[in-house]
């Protein structure tokens, strides 16, 4: 156990839809990432939060969106779901926002049919 | 903008082996850099990381890796291969400095034949 929770694991969803993952970082840490891994992108960095504040952004989709709460747990929206957007979502925290090394939670496989 | 490059998509060894899993990075200033693994199922865990000093860094499970400045390399390297370490394997880099998100590799595929 790494110590980042990820809800659910799983999800099955259809085009259109939307979906909301949640993830609770490691005692003490304030930044949180989400990625998206899927075969054909690999590891994408998708946005970074720190202490509740949007501190980073990579290749998000306007489609997609996430915040950070007061209790430092994050939550990803991923809205009008397409086949592509299928994939294995995962959030990883550290203490800071310095890149020293991300603990990563075990992710949420999401399936869009 | 920095990237990574991990050459093999699948290396296979047999269970004893030593192991080396390439990595060349591009970037243009000192690199934050770092192997994860991945086991099937399961989150990235980092293995071992390198930002400055020693340029032999050494990690968990046995593993080391080695900064080469001149080849914009740093190679994982394990001994002795054992059945469990079948995984994908990461490489990232990071800009110096911290607080550029770390770009990760296509990863490697790890094979143990017993």
């Known amino acids: 156990d790494s110590g980042v929770t990820q809800t659910p694991k799983h999800l099955i969803t259809a085009t259109g839809q939307r979906v909301t993952l949640r993830c609770s970082p490691r005692?003490?840490?304030?930044?949180v990432y989400w990625y998206q891994q899927s075969l054909d992108q690999g590891l994408q960095f998708l946005i970074q939060y720190y202490n509740g504040e949007e501190r980073a952004k990579g290749n998000i989709l306007e489609r997609f969106s996430a915040q950070q709460f007061p209790d430092l747990h994050s939550e990803l929206n991923l809205s009008s779901l397409e086949l592509g957007d299928s994939a294995l979502y995962f959030c990883?925290?550290?203490?800071?926002?310095?890149?020293?090394?991300?603990?990563f939670g075990s992710g949420t496989r999401l399936t869009v049919v | 903008a920095q990237s990574v490059t991990q050459p093999d998509i699948h290396i296979t060894v047999s269970e004893g082996a030593s192991l080396e899993l390439r990595c060349n990075y591009s970037?243009?200033?000192?690199?934050?850099l770092f192997w994860y693994v991945q086991s099937p199922g399961q989150g990235l865990q980092l293995l071992l990381k390198?930002?400055?000093?020693?340029?032999l860094v050494q990690g968990i499970k046995g593993f080391e890796a080695e900064f080469k400045r001149s080849q914009s390399s740093f190679n994982l390297r394990k001994p002795s291969v054992h059945w469990s370490d079948a995984a994908e394997y990461f490489c990232?880099?990071?800009?110096?400095?911290?607080?550029?998100?770390?770009?990760f590799g296509r990863g490697t595929s790890l094979i143990v034949h017993p």
């Open positions: 990883a925290s550290s203490l800071t926002t310095s890149n020293y090394g991300y603990t």
């Open positions: 005692s003490g840490d304030l930044s």
């Open positions: 390198y930002f400055s000093g020693d340029t």
């Open positions: 970037y243009g200033a000192t690199p934050y």
């Open positions: 990232a880099v990071g800009a110096s400095g911290g607080s550029y998100i770390p770009t």
